[in-house]
């Protein structure tokens, strides 16, 4: 029977204590030194902060790795609990305090366990937007734990206590960031026609990048284009030398990633050349569409039926345009990223929001999943 009181104790010093991308420096330290404890093999120092504790099997049976993330977010916490973060303008409102208590609770009770296969638990960096899980891969991470199937928790607001979602396939949106710099020809405002003005070029490239969803992409296909900042101009009757517009695209297929890149530097470009400006477009491609493997949804599907039951298990729901660095994993190992029930969703209680907590109500949940998973996955 697994301690809850540790792990509950755990969760509650990871959120009082949050770090932010790759300076995961005492959260790693913490969970090494918790592995250490519970007689696994561990390494550290992959990919920056991320961790590796190793429980090897008896023999015969498969590896498998499975995977937490630690890092916390720039948001000053509003709750006033005693477990509020201690440090000031950091938070963890993505829950990855129960993501990694919940992981390290596993570890310790697996440790115990006789197991024929050979259970990896990564604890990574960063992430929320860095790529944290790409560094660890980049630093060698399936080529020094090589795995048969990699698998991946993330707790969800409005999903009931107790309850699992997941679905197969493409589930989460590839992500990139683009930042368009509009160079035009400064002038008085009064004259016009004596410069190249690159506030209207983008007025018109924040309209016609719209056509690119509605006009290009196939309406069956799902895809989001949304430009989230606009720069350019400081006074009211000077016409700048230039502009700058930044946003990001989500897209579930490759093809339409492709597309919505080629889109829009041919219409930028287009409606720059066309009022006698020029465009600069840095496109970058953050992560990629978070990819489901059939077959390891299929068992996760019945690892999580046998524990909850069917009518708490959401099997094929919906795919959402967050995106996810679990997904660069998945293209190198198959296998299964799920979704935890963390409650009902009341106002405020959503993800990324400064009155986030995870729910400890959870913690047995995911544990006992992660127990399963290794049960059914590791022989
Ligand atoms: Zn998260
Ligand atoms: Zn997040």
Redesign the pocket.
Known sequence: MVDLSDVRAWRHHLHAHPETAFEEFETSRFVAEKLRSFGLEVTEGIGGTGVVGVKRGTGGGRTVSFRA?MDALDIQEANRFAHASRIRGKMHA???DG?TAMLLGAARHLAQRDLSGTIQFVFQPA??NEGGGKRMIEDGLFKRFPADAVFGM??RPGLDIGSFALRSGPSMASFDVFEITIEGKGTHAARPHLGADPIVAAGQIISAVQSIVSRSVDPLDAAVVSITEMKGGASWNVIPDSAVLRGTTRALDQGVRDLIEARLRSVVSSICGGLGCVANIIYDRRYPVLVNTPEWTAACGEVVQRLVGTDRVKKEIPATMGA?DFAFMLQEVPGCYLWIGNGTMERDRI?HNPNFDFNDDALPFGIDYWVALAEAVAK
Request: with cysteine; net charge negative.
């Open positions: 993330d993505c829950g990855h993501h992430e929320e993330h707790t996810e993800l």
